[in-house]
């Protein structure tokens, strides 16, 4: 991947009606930080976005709000991901997001800690993870290190965005 995108979901119910975790909506500031959201990388994501949810509706709905400004100049499809769950590890995100195309852009809408535990691990954090907000987005590219002949890739934070900004 050049850029991968993580973006956490908006805030949600503490319970759903059916008593499920996947069940639980946006609340309506969570659709309004989802939107504020979606307008931001709708102006920034590249047209090649490959873009992965968490089959939790909290995220779906979060990731519907970029779709309702799809233009039709870019088709941006969601592919459900069983890997980004809420019982998902950071292990299983990571092995699944490191067989991809390292030429796309990938957005992943997802929950925390695993966002902020795999932001640790790419960046080569020592702490266990990072803090990522409800509704926040966290942009990492990589590239091969200048100094290394061997390509060694590196990754590096490019953007933090927040709703509340």
């Not at 991947?1 to 500031?29: F, V």
């Not at 400004?69 to 490191?98: H, Y």
């Not at 960046?123 to 942009?139: E, N, P, R, T």
Request: hydrophobic share 45%; net charge positive.
């Amino acid at each position: 991947m050049a850029n991968l995108i993580l973006w956490r979901h908006a805030e949600a119910e503490a319970q759903s009606a059916s008593g499920e975790d996947i069940d639980r909506a946006l609340t309506a500031r969570g659709r309004k930080d989802a939107a504020k959201m979606a307008e931001w990388l709708n102006q920034h994501l590249p047209a090649n976005t490959e873009i992965l949810s968490s089959p939790a509706r909290r995220c779906l709905e979060t990731v519907a709000t970029l779709q309702f400004l799809n233009t039709g100049k870019v088709k941006r499809e969601v592919k459900i991901a069983e890997f980004l769950g809420v019982d998902s590890s950071v292990e299983v995100m990571a092995k699944n997001l490191t067989n991809t195309d390292r030429s796309k852009t990938i957005l992943i809408i997802g929950h925390q800690p695993n966002l902020g535990l795999l932001i640790a691990k790419l960046l080569g954090m020592q702490q266990s993870a990072c803090v990522v907000k409800k509704g926040a987005v966290w942009w990492l590219r990589q590239r091969c290190a200048p100094d290394h002949a061997d390509s060694a890739m590196q990754t590096y934070l490019f953007a933090v965005q927040q709703p509340d900004h």
